[in-house]
């Protein structure tokens, strides 16, 4: 989360006369995350999540709101967005889509061990199982189609030795791209890394920013969780790490045959998007009063070691 757009004490104030949630005592800015302006708000009935969007456009906003109320009705930890009076979770502040959710309990884990793994491979099985009676539908926004987009603009950015690298990688994923059609599918979290799942007394006491969230392989959405939450310092897999997490899923809804082979395929595929989104973000910055990037770097690596490294297999 960032701050791009911080709308005034007096705006805010006003906004929330549309809500039942009492006035304003104060908000802050957030800082962790690259898309939208994000801040804490308390007011005197309690502490919420307010969010103003950047990108995202306002027809692509319902899929995210619904999906996260329907999930928070199935009982999963993440943030149920706040109606207004007008029983609408949409609204608008400082021209942009704004929406206002619960705020949830606990901190980020940025050491997870192979218990912390368990109960994430756990938690995203019920997440892709609660998923299946969400009945919209809308495209993984960093999918296909967004990768050669993207890749077409960073080419010219990147050293001869990385273009060499994102040209080889994306023929080989074009190549993969029927096999992919065969997966188990639904809804997907999309970017379930460890600043995105807080902890609270040992447990996950909320899982948040959805805005990655689409329609897509669910295989997609462990390779993205494992390459982040089972990686060592140099990238390289942990595969105690890696064996908690996917033993842990498998027992809630068990792999496909067509799932184990192509897991090392998708660690590619996953690593690959985090390698796009991050040198986009640092090669065509946006203005911002709190903005963080990250080392695209780190990407590429896990990218280079998933072509050459064996993937532990699915259970």
């Not at 967005?81 to 979770?89: C, G, K, M």
Request: glycine share 6%.
């Amino acid at each position: 989360m960032s701050v791009f757009t911080s709308p005034s004490e007096e705006a805010l104030t006003h906004w929330l006369e549309h809500y039942s949630i009492g006035r304003l005592v104060k908000f802050e800015g957030i800082k962790g995350g690259v898309q939208n302006s994000n801040f804490f708000v308390t007011t005197t009935f309690g502490r919420y999540v307010l969010t103003l969007f950047e990108d995202i456009t306002r027809a692509e906003l319902p899929y995210y709101l619904h999906l996260m109320a329907h999930l928070a009705r199935h009982g999963l930890p993440v943030p149920a967005p706040i109606a207004n009076r007008d029983n609408e979770y949409l609204s608008t502040l400082a021209g942009k889509p704004t929406i206002l959710a619960t705020r949830l309990a606990g901190i980020s884990e940025a050491h997870p061990d192979s218990e912390h793994c368990a109960q994430i491979g756990s938690m995203l099985a019920g997440l892709h199982l609660a998923g299946r009676s969400y009945g919209r539908r809308q495209p993984n926004p960093r999918g296909t189609r967004w990768r050669k987009q993207t890749a077409a603009l960073l080419r010219p950015c990147l050293s001869a030795e990385d273009a060499v690298l994102l040209d080889a990688e994306l023929r080989f994923q074009e190549h993969a791209e029927t096999d992919f059609s065969c997966l188990p599918a639904g809804a997907i979290h999309g970017d379930l890394f460890r600043d995105n799942v807080l902890w609270a007394d040992g447990f996950i006491g909320g899982v948040i920013d959805f805005y990655f969230a689409g329609y897509d392989a669910l295989l997609f959405d462990i390779a993205v969780t494992v390459n982040d939450w089972c990686s060592l310092p140099g990238g390289e897999l942990d595969p105690v790490r890696a064996k908690a997490l996917l033993v842990a899923y498998h027992t809630s809804r068990p792999f496909a045959d067509i799932e184990r082979v192509i897991w090392p395929t998708m660690l590619r595929a996953a690593a690959l998007r985090f390698w796009l989104s991050r040198a986009a973000d640092r090669a065509l910055p946006r203005a911002g009063e709190l903005v963080l990037t990250k080392d695209p770097d780190e990407y590429r690596n896990i990218l280079r070691l998933r072509i050459h490294n064996a993937a532990p297999a699915l259970p």
